[in-house]
């Protein structure tokens, strides 16, 4: 059957309408409210004997002016105990900002832990990005009824519950949609600082059945978290951050309330994995915030991040990848960087070949195909091996099974690389979220530390070292210009002239990839 054109004119100019409606509509949202900002708020002024957590910091602050405790979180059941203590330490407030918080296992009991110090009167700040709340808005409004916690969504979208209008709305406004907060920072009354490379969820904390993330973040108490509180205010009141109740008052959305909640949250904490993972826990010596905490003190340590206003773009020479990049370049001796996500980018490579061609020691750790959990970074990153290869720049890949006795509580079948941490000449360390790759330096806005600490460099080192182990990585090399991946299995040394433990399903997205003009998106 043929249409007239008249009748073809009419169904285009139908669906041209449409079109713009939906866009109207969306910006129309957008613009309200972008207008209803929550009132601004600012971190609570420190105490020195309020709360167990100023009782534990005020006398090692005073004997330390000036300085930094930290401590680095290596083991992933650490870092979970470390977070649920802080929680329940806590007598003044928790300020939390992730890129996402899952709602599983280990995401249902810290926010369990968070509610119940939002009971005793703490006040809670939860500063979420908003590309996975999708379909959770529900658990946070509950979140956000309770009189001492408020929510807010760092650059949300304005369609809450429709799919379609959500999707249309990220292809609308795609270059400012795809700007995302990549920060994770967890601090207990203003005075304890947990960061690094763990959102929450179960492949951070070794509780998933399917893949587990090696990761480290860094404890910290005393100077440089005043900075690491100042960075969640300015993103707190900054203008992407909206808080949740705005976005539904507008679509007149009834609000849960958080005892519901609560009591859906306490059924979990009985439940038989909730159980089978607390009572791996108690049989664990305690984490505890007290005099023999093993902090490790020194001058010298920056909370650095990008400005929340590069979401928008803006500010350009503040982000904090220009900071990276110059300190990386300024390297006298030797570099360790891994980074999950590697991209150099043909600039980076051409820097990291020129420092190792003029007699740095280069050596990079990051995921190989097989256990990669992004196969599009892989498919960009591989392009760069050969060229890195023949500047004498060492690469390894971490290998995708798990090592026997750091499996997973629940038996997780692979690991990924999820670190994202550089040494400089053995001095001087990073750890944080920022990859070396396009998105973290110029579209996510990033935030970590960096330290001089001899103590914690020389445990950042010994956890890289670790991990580069033969039994662990494959360790690659050039043969004849062909790659070739090495390593120790079973007490053999093997040689792999292909992706090893890559299945085809991966190797072809990954290959395809490679050839896309997509880098600057990765």
């Not at 009748?7 to 285009?12: C, E, F, P």
């Not at 909206?242 to 849960?256: E, N, T």
């Not at 607390?278 to 505890?288: A, D, N, T, V």
């Not at 001899?454 to 445990?459: F, K, L, S």
Request: aromatic share 8%.
């Amino acid at each position: 059957m043929f249409f007239s054109p008249h009748i073809l004119a009419l169904i285009a100019a139908s669906a041209l309408i449409l079109l713009a409606a939906a866009i109207f509509a969306v910006y129309a949202f957008g613009s309200v409210a972008q207008r209803q900002h929550g009132e601004t708020s600012l971190a609570l002024p420190l105490r020195d004997d309020e709360t167990p957590l100023d009782r534990m910091a005020a006398p090692l602050i005073a004997q330390h002016a000036n300085e930094s405790g930290l401590m680095l979180l290596t083991g992933s059941l650490s870092a979970f105990q470390a977070r649920m203590e802080a929680a329940r330490s806590a007598g003044r407030s928790l300020d939390l900002q992730y890129y996402y918080w899952k709602s599983d296992l280990t995401g249902r009991l810290l926010i369990t832990e968070v509610l119940a110090a939002a009971n005793r009167g703490v006040r809670v700040r939860l500063l979420l990005d908003d590309i996975n709340s999708f379909g959770f808005d529900a658990s946070l409004l509950a979140l956000d009824s309770h009189p001492n916690i408020e929510v807010r969504l760092f650059n949300p979208s304005r369609s809450r519950t429709d799919a379609f209008r959500r999707g249309l709305e990220l292809t609308v406004k795609y270059f400012t949609a795809t700007r995302r907060m990549h920060n994770k920072c967890w601090i207990a009354d203003g005075g304890v600082l947990i960061a690094g490379g763990r959102n929450i969820g179960d492949e951070y904390f070794d509780a998933s059945q399917e893949a587990n993330f090696h990761d480290i973040d860094v404890l910290a108490v005393g100077e440089c978290v005043a900075e690491a509180q100042a960075i969640f205010d300015r993103y707190w009141n900054s203008a992407p951050a909206l808080p949740i109740r705005v976005l539904h008052k507008l679509r007149k959305i009834r609000r849960p309330k958080w005892p519901k909640l609560w009591r859906r949250l306490k059924a979990h904490g009985m439940s038989p994995y909730a159980r089978r993972l607390i009572g791996h826990l108690e049989q664990r010596p305690p984490f505890r915030f007290d005099a023999a905490l093993p902090l490790h003190w020194s001058q010298g340590v920056d909370v650095i991040a990008d400005p929340p206003e590069k979401a928008s773009g803006l500010m350009k020479p503040d982000w904090m990848g220009e900071r990276i990049n110059a300190l990386l370049q300024d390297a006298k001796k030797s570099l360790l960087i891994a980074s999950p996500y590697f991209i150099p980018g043909a600039a980076g490579a051409k820097t990291l070949a020129s420092l190792a061609e003029n007699g740095r020691v280069i050596r990079i750790l990051t995921n190989s195909l097989a256990a990669t959990d992004v196969i599009a970074v892989h498919g960009a990153y591989a392009r760069y091996r050969k060229a890195l290869l023949a500047a004498g720049v060492a690469i390894h890949e971490l290998k995708p099974e798990p090592r026997r006795h750091r499996a997973s509580l629940f038996g997780s079948r692979t690991a990924s690389l999820h670190t994202k941490a550089f040494l400089i000449d053995e001095e001087l360390g990073f750890v944080g979220s920022f990859n070396l790759d396009p998105r973290s330096r110029s579209i996510n806005t990033e935030m970590g530390l960096l330290f001089r600490c001899p103590r914690i460099v020389e445990h950042l080192k010994r956890a890289f070292e670790s991990q580069m182990e033969p039994e662990l990585s494959y360790r690659l090399a050039l043969k004849d210009g062909r790659l070739v991946w090495m390593e120790t299995r079973d007490g053999r040394l093997l040689a792999h002239t292909a992706e090893p433990e890559a299945p085809l399903r991966r190797l072809l997205p990954a290959a395809f990839i490679s050839w896309l003009p997509i880098e600057s998106q990765l």
